[in-house]
Nanobody, 115 residues
Framework: QVQLVESGGGLVQPGGSLRLACVASGIIFTRYDLAWYRQAPGKQRELVASISKSGYRNYAESMKGRVTISRDNARNTVNLQMSSLKPEDTAVYYC?????????WGQGTQVTVSS
């Protein structure tokens, strides 16, 4: 059974930082590209950052300079370090693992940026 389990969300003040983690099980982790998406109320799900099997990183323009995605293949984990958070970053953040034939999602973790 494939599972992607996110953690690390919560309430943070504007300008603050959070580190999200996603642990995968049931897949051969090194065969998957990984990504973080987010979905705010009333909006479409959008890409935040991605990291390929080889470690190539891609970031959404709105998040460049404020987020870093990393993967730990030994621990089947993908992390998202976020800083200088803004109220408009409030959303449910989802972990995604994808290959040519499979596409898996976590259940999401809520990030709320508010004073």
């Amino acid at each position: 059974q494939v599972q992607l389990v996110e953690s690390g969300g919560g309430l943070v003040q504007p300008g603050g930082s959070l580190r999200l983690a996603c642990v995968a099980s049931g897949i051969i982790f090194t065969r998957y590209d990984l990504a973080w998406y987010r979905q705010a109320p009333g909006k479409q799900r959008e890409l935040v950052a991605s990291i390929s099997k080889s470690g190539y990183r891609n970031y959404a323009e709105s998040m460049k300079g404020r987020v870093t995605i990393s993967r730990d293949n030994a621990r089947n984990t993908v992390n998202l370090q976020m800083s200088s958070l803004k109220p408009e970053d409030t959303a449910v953040y989802y972990c995604n693992g994808y290959s040519l034939v499979n596409d898996y999602w976590g259940q999401g973790t809520q990030v709320t940026v508010s004073s």
